[in-house]
Nanobody, 124 residues
Framework: DVQLVESGGGSVQAGGSLSLSCAASGITYSPYCMYWRRQVSGREREAVAN???????DYPDSVKGRFTVSKDNTRNILYLHMNNLKPEDTGTYIC???????????????????WGQGTQVTVS
């Protein structure tokens, strides 16, 4: 089965930075996308970042310019680098993967098929 293991969560003051890691293994579907999602208390789970099969990154406006995703393709580790953190960034950050497509001229994502357990980020 797919295994997605997050690490790096913790507490940080507003304006600070924090980086999360997601170690992925067992992904047998291809092409695939990877995602960061967050679960905020009192709100629906929301998108943080999408990585398309060709590495294209998509961010919602809420984190654009502050969060950056990178991937170590050799080790299959997905990172989320978070800067200028705000209290509203507090939540459980979840790594995910899902089927995507790669047409050569364009790529995209269908949706999440596999979820990690999440790691808590608290910004105060």
């Amino acid at each position: 089965d797919v295994q997605l293991v997050e690490s790096g969560g913790g507490s940080v003051q507003a304006g600070g930075s924090l980086s999360l890691s997601c170690a992925a293994s067992g992904i047998t579907y291809s092409p695939y996308c990877m995602y960061w999602r967050r679960q905020v208390s009192g709100r629906e789970r929301e998108a943080v970042a999408n990585m398309e099969p060709d590495g294209t990154l998509d961010y919602p406006d809420s984190v654009k310019g502050r969060f950056t995703v990178s991937k170590d393709n050799t080790r299959n580790i997905l990172y989320l680098h978070m800067n200028n953190l705000k209290p509203e960034d507090t939540g459980t950050y979840i790594c995910a993967a899902g089927r995507g497509y790669d047409l050569g001229t364009s790529t995209g994502c269908y949706g999440v098929d596999s979820w990690g357990q999440g790691t808590q980020v608290t910004v105060s």
